[in-house]
Every structure is written in C-alpha cells, then in structure tokens.
C-alpha cells in the first residue's frame, strides 16, 4: 500500500498569502496519478488538481500542482477567504487508493 | 450537469442491516465507475471500494473486503453500499464519488455525492 503523508499538519496564513502543502509518497506515484482535493466543514470533497499539476473544470488558476514520484506540492498563490480548508492528496497508480491524511490551512 | 445524490442520515443498532444509496445523473451512469469513500468523525478520507455499474464489475480495498459490499443497478442508475450487521465503529460519513482514470488503471474522483451519515448507536 502507498502511504500518503501530508505536511504540514495545519498551516496557518492569512488572507494574500501564499501556502505551500505538501504529499510525500512512501513509493513512487508513476505516471503522476496523484489528485488534490478541498474539503469545506459540513461539505463534500471536491477536486482541485488531477495527475499531479492539471487543474479541474472550473478551479481557479491560484491553484497549482507539481511534483513526481514521491514529493508532490499543492500551491495557492493568494489565499482568499474561501480557500481555507482541509486538503488531501490521493494517489491512484495502484490498488488500493489512498489518501494523505490533510493539511488543514487556517485564517492567522 | 453531473449529480451524485444520496439517500438520508440513518440511525441505526450494533448489529442491524443498511443499504445507503448513490444516484447518478447527468452523465453516462452505465459507463463511469463509481467509488464509496469512509470519513470517520473527525477524521480523513478512506476509500472503500468502486464498481462499473455496466457489468457491476467490484473492486474492493482490503481494509473493506467482506465488510461491506458493493453493487449497482444501472437501470435505475443507481449504485449501493450495504451492510449485513453495523458496529459502532461504523459510524462515519460516506460518499459516493465518479470515479476518472485519463489513462491509468484506476481512479480519482470528480464529481461527489453530498454523503451520507450514517450512526450506529445502542
């Protein structure tokens, strides 16, 4: 099973700023098939980022993916106050899909 | 539009039965698999299981094989997760979620149901 560990934790920013979180494999990701997702309290998942940096329908471009192999990074550029949130990563090269356990960034 | 709807909060006892379900619509049901997802209060995100509701083909993870079990029926566009006998430490939040797979073997999720809360309490 590949395990997922995101960093940090909880990130702390304030509105404007930039956050950087990151997802970290224990085996290689191949072929990129790493997702990003943001989850709201009391909401569905919803999809952000497909095959590590392409975005989905509709999310805006101060979101960004990047990385390979294990070392995988979710970048918002300006954090609005919509974006903040827990975020998870998930890998779907092999069975079974797994999923980071979240980066939680907060209003500073 | 792709909606994914799911049946109500269910409130049940150690040891009784539950099918929750997940409409699809808005999209081509037959031809899209479908995965289940746990959270657990408080907690992150586990993927259960997925099924392609055109010839109900399952794939489960380990950590929920003979847990639960999948199905769907694609003449009512609808897939389902059941259970035969709850434990408390069923309690949780699911969600139903399209499953995509642009050329690889398996899936990220697009689209996702609302959830639904299911609660076993004594």
């Known amino acids: 099973e590949i395990v997922l560990t995101q960093s940090p934790g909880t990130l702390s920013l304030s509105p404007g700023e930039r956050a950087t979180l990151s997802c970290r494999a224990s085996?290689?990701?191949?072929?990129?098939?790493l997702a990003w997702y943001q989850q709201k309290p009391g909401q569905a998942p919803r999809l952000l980022i497909y095959a590590a940096s392409n975005r989905a329908t509709g999310i805006p471009d101060r979101f960004s993916g990047s990385g390979s192999e294990t070392d995988f990074t979710l970048t918002i550029s300006k954090l609005e106050p919509e974006d903040f949130a827990v975020y998870y990563c998930q890998q779907y090269t092999r069975s079974p899909l797994t999923f980071g356990g979240g980066t939680k960034v907060e209003i500073k | 539009e792709v909606q994914l709807v799911q049946s109500g909060a269910e409130v049940k006892k150690p040891g009784e039965s539950l099918k929750i379900s997940c409409q699809g619509s808005g999209y081509s049901f037959t031809t899209n698999w479908i995965g289940w997802v746990r959270q657990m209060p408080g907690k992150g995100l586990e993927w259960m299981g997925i099924v392609y509701p055109d010839d109900s083909d399952i794939r489960y993870s380990p950590s929920f094989q003979g847990q639960v079990t999948i199905s769907a029926d694609k003449s009512i566009r609808i897939a389902y997760l059941q259970w035969t006998s709850l434990k408390a430490s069923d309690t949780a939040m699911y969600y139903c979620?399209?499953?995509?797979?642009?050329?690889?073997?398996?899936?990220?999720?697009?689209?996702w149901g609302q959830g639904t809360l299911v609660t076993v309490s004594s």
């Open positions: 085996q290689s990701v191949t072929s990129d098939y």
């Open positions: 979620a399209r499953g995509r797979n642009l050329g690889s073997s398996w899936y990220y999720f697009d689209f």
